[in-house]
């Protein structure tokens, strides 16, 4: 079994910052893909990024040159640091890690308004 549990979400203004986390326990294997997804109200959730254990990355569109996902294998810990945030970026983020079975995070909120 795997737990994800993530943290950092909240309210930012346009053009803020946030930075989300996302820690796992259980069945770990460092060389599996962890990653964030996130659903907007009335919308399906859609992949934002995701990296494998060697370091590969893949980042929605929408996100390319805002975001930057990163992973510390040693603390089972993946991170994402959302920069020039803006409105259509609100949603929940969930935390995904792709073992055996897919597995999710509760999700965490970040809603960008002024």
């Known amino acids: 079994q795997v737990q994800l549990v993530e943290s950092g979400g909240g309210l930012v203004q346009p053009g803020g910052s946030l930075r989300l986390s996302c820690a796992a326990s259980?069945?770990?294997?460092?060389?599996?893909?962890m990653g964030w997804y996130r659903q907007a109200p009335g919308k399906q959730r859609e992949l934002v990024a995701v990296?494998?254990?060697?370091?590969?990355?893949r980042y929605a569109d929408s996100v390319k040159g805002r975001f930057t996902i990163s992973r510390d294998n040693a603390k089972n810990t993946v991170y994402l640091q959302m920069n020039s945030l803006k409105p259509e970026d609100t949603a929940v983020y969930y935390c995904n890690y792709d073992g055996e079975a897919l597995y999710w995070g509760q999700g965490t909120q970040v809603t960008v308004s002024s």
């Open positions: 990296i494998s254990g060697g370091g590969r990355i």
């Open positions: 259980g069945s770990i294997f460092s060389i599996n893909v």
